[in-house]
């Protein structure tokens, strides 16, 4: 399992059982992006998925975690962004409209229940964000 993906499906407070009903709906929100991703507006040919997966995981745990509007939460998730952008080739220019992109389907109500709020409150590093990685324990 990517680090990225654990440290966002598992919180110190969670149970197990919690933690891997979060994780399923990550993947769930992850699997959605996979197939979508090239025929957003703001798709830029030269990148592939693992340059704009982490702008979603920040645009869709961020929302969980902040909620209301972007642009009240937009410092933090560009700080989010800088934290886990890993091996990314995107400017934080070019990652803003996914990371919108991903917060405005989850407030539209196309989005997990249970991401839960301190889902990218810690650092995480990762040499690169790969979510699609996430294999049984």
Aim: proline share 4%; net charge negative.
């Amino acid at each position: 399992m990517s680090a990225v993906l654990q440290e966002l499906a598992c919180d110190d407070d969670d149970d197990e059982r919690d933690g891997a009903v979060r994780l399923a709906e990550i993947c769930r929100q992850d699997e959605y992006w996979q197939r979508t991703f090239r025929r957003e507006r703001y798709f830029e040919d030269g990148f592939d998925y693992e340059d704009y997966a982490p702008a979603y995981c920040v645009g869709y745990a961020g929302h969980a975690q902040y909620g209301g509007s972007f642009e009240e939460a937009e410092r933090s998730l560009c700080a989010n962004w800088e934290r886990i952008k890993g091996d990314s080739r995107l400017a934080l220019a070019q990652a803003l409209p996914a990371m919108r992109a991903a917060w405005e389907r989850m407030a539209r109500g196309e989005r997990p229940e249970l991401l839960g709020v301190g889902t990218i409150r810690r650092r995480v590093k990762a040499p690169s964000f790969n979510p699609v990685m996430a294999v049984a324990r």
